[in-house]
């Protein structure tokens, strides 16, 4: 069995503007990085071909009036706001994204492969039911969730550890039990949600979690807010299959964010999912590409750590050339902020998690 990779060469096509952050090279130089050490010669790796999504796969999470809107713009050329421009031809690219997010969970559900990591652009964590946001149009890991309840899968647990508040896959969620969403994220920041009082609502409370962190927090504050509040609420929420949102934007050389987050960081983080994988779902696992701007440095390590730790290969760590950038990122006392932040959720959602009261 095998890592599956989901990539395609039109996910470079995708181009809002030439000195848009998020570009083609993203992808290119990581693809490129990805030749350079052989990672797609290594047996335990396989390259998985995308889906096109359906209309009744988007239509699971997105207003008929938005995809028809969507549609329409794509032909012409539209906007959305103004870092979410619509360039011509967008509508079909953006559907084979949420197709690359359905076939990373297909191929894990039906034993193609162990685990899976979704390559795709533009990425979708941004995009609510009604409208695309933030560099994003549709939604791809709320897609490839839904695409999962509708083929015998129950709960989901949703893992978002982008930058950025994954604030549109929190509203299609919110107000449902079914899937655990939980996000650490910078604030302040862009889309500025992802409050610890922000925690579902109707018979989705308790099923939001959102943990702030402070610029300057890195790979500690990570693995204690992973130990503190990750671990015990999947454990009683018991997941069948885990979706994780990777954002590689809080690295600690990416230009659109303060985190201090390293390599070796993302692969300790994304060791600890597996193994709660592996103890709580036979192993069943996904990660889908969002953000991560800091395409010659820390964007292609930080992916080939993830995707190694997926396939069981160790050793990923930042180069030299430009690690002593973390100095100037990196704040002691984040840690502080990180540790009353954990206090405030666990009294927000003592209400609803045994492993929180008192
Ligand atoms: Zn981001």
């Known amino acids: 069995m095998a890592t599956g990779i989901v990539y395609h060469r039109r996910y470079l096509d995708h181009e809002q503007s030439p000195d848009h952050p998020e570009s083609r090279e993203r992808l290119a130089y990581t693809i490129e990085h990805f030749n ?15 889906v096109v999504a359906s209309p009744k796969d988007v239509l699971e999470v997105h207003h008929p009036r938005y995809i ?33 997010a359905i076939k990373a969970a297909s191929s894990v559900l039906n034993g193609e492969v162990d685990n899976a990591f979704a390559m795709i652009r533009p990425p979708g964590h941004h995009a609510h039911p009604r409208t695309g946001a933030g560099f994003c149009y549709l939604n791809n890991i709320a897609i ?93 929420f018991n997941p069948e299959f885990i979706a994780v949102s990777t954002g590689f934007d809080n690295h600690f050389t990416d230009p659109l964010t303060n985190l201090a987050i390293t390599t070796e960081g993302y692969a300790e983080v994304m060791k600890e999912v ?22 010659r440095k820390g964007l292609p390590f930080t992916i080939t750590a993830v995707v190694s730790v997926l396939a ?24 502080e902020t990180v540790e009353k932040n954990i206090e405030a959720v666990k009294r927000y959602h003592s209400k609803y998690w045994k492993a929180f009261r008192k």
């Not at 329409?72 to 421009?85: F, H, N, Q, V, Y």
């Not at 597996?274 to 991560?292: D, Q, T």
């Not at 430009?322 to 840690?335: G, K, P, Q, S, T």
């Open 36 to 50: 350079k050490i052989g990672l797609f010669d290594n047996p335990a790796i396989k390259v998985l071909e995308p």
């Open 68 to 100: 028809e809107f969507l549609r329409k713009e794509s032909e012409k050329g539209g906007i959305i706001d103004l870092d979410t421009a619509i360039p011509v031809g967008l509508f079909d690219i953006a559907l084979l994204a949420a197709g690359g």
């Open 144 to 236: 490839a969730v839904r695409w999962l309840q509708r083929n015998g899968i129950g709960k989901v647990m949703i893992l978002d550890f982008d930058a950025h508040h994954g604030d549109g896959t929190q509203k299609i969620f919110y107000e449902d039990d079914s899937a655990l969403f939980i996000s650490l994220h910078q604030v302040p920041l862009y889309p500025g949600t992802g409050y610890p009082n922000e925690y579902g609502a109707g018979r989705g409370k308790g099923f939001t979690v959102n943990v702030p962190l402070p610029p300057g927090a890195s790979d500690e504050c990570y693995m204690l807010a992973l130990n503190e509040i990750i671990k015990p609420i999947a454990e009683e």
């Open 274 to 295: 597996v193994n709660l994988a592996e103890k709580l779902c036979g192993g069943r696992i996904f990660a889908v590409l969002e953000g991560g701007y800091s395409v």
């Open 312 to 335: 069981g290969i160790d050793g990923v760590r930042d180069s030299e050339e430009y690690i002593h950038e973390l100095d100037w990122v990196r704040r002691e006392n984040a840690i």
